[in-house]
């Protein structure tokens, strides 16, 4: 599929860590396609840490798509009525805003753009990135999995010995995931394999 003229909004949440690495992902997206709008949780938006300043991944995220960020529920709720996306990308999706979508909670950026988006019977694709996947947050996985214009990007357990509960999302799929979501199809298998040395090194 050509996503040259495809409206993409980017959704991004407070996983730091899996942020760094999706980075070289965003910028492929942005490569084969003219219209990404990234939209930051408040987390994204205001925490300082260990991976990086708020300031520096506004400049980065904003440097890349070539586009302001939504950064509030108010403007975030403008997607529904403008009718802003073809597809809404929330990735990485922590498993604090995926329990919240799950149970229809729409008190963040992140949350209002899900809602917002669905109502106009449009796909959101996640891609999960949490450390109780398969705890307290396997459920809310499980619900989503079977909702109507919600899809995966596939995902696998990070590390099953030191973290079992721990799941991710293949980032190297998202041109791919995005492809599939578009023609209302969830990209199989949806429980992957951990990336081989090559897939991390490209």
């Known amino acids: ?10 959704a991004i949440t407070g996983s730091f860590c899996t942020l760094n690495s999706f980075l070289p992902q965003i910028k ?11 939209i930051f949780s408040e987390s994204v938006s205001k925490l300082e840490t260990r991976f990086s300043t708020a300031d520096e991944r506004k ?14 529920i108010v ?11 073809d597809i809404l990308v929330i990735a990485p999706c922590t498993g604090n805003t995926l329990a919240k979508i799950a149970n229809a909670i729409t008190d963040t950026t992140t949350t209002m753009a899900a809602k917002a988006h669905l109502r106009n019977n449009r796909p959101v694709l996640i891609g999960l990135s949490t450390n109780d996947g398969l705890g307290a947050n396997a459920r809310n996985l499980g619900f989503l999995l079977n ?19 721990s799941i991710t999302f293949k980032d190297n799929l998202l041109i791919e995931s995005i492809a599939s ?22």
């Open 147 to 165: 909702i109507k214009n919600i899809y995966f990007i596939p995902f696998y357990q990070d590390d099953p010995a030191l973290k079992p509960k």
């Open 1 to 10: 599929m050509n996503l040259k003229n495809i409206k993409i909004g980017l």
């Open 28 to 38: 492929a997206l942005c490569a084969v396609c003219d219209n990404v709008t990234p």
């Open 75 to 85: 403007s975030a709720e403008e997607i529904g009525p403008g009718k802003l996306f």
């Open 59 to 72: 400049t980065i995220l904003e440097g890349i798509t070539g586009r302001p960020a939504i950064t509030s």
């Open 181 to 202: 979501a578009l023609n209302n199809e969830q990209i199989q298998p949806v429980i992957s394999q951990p990336p081989t040395a090559d897939e991390f090194n490209n």
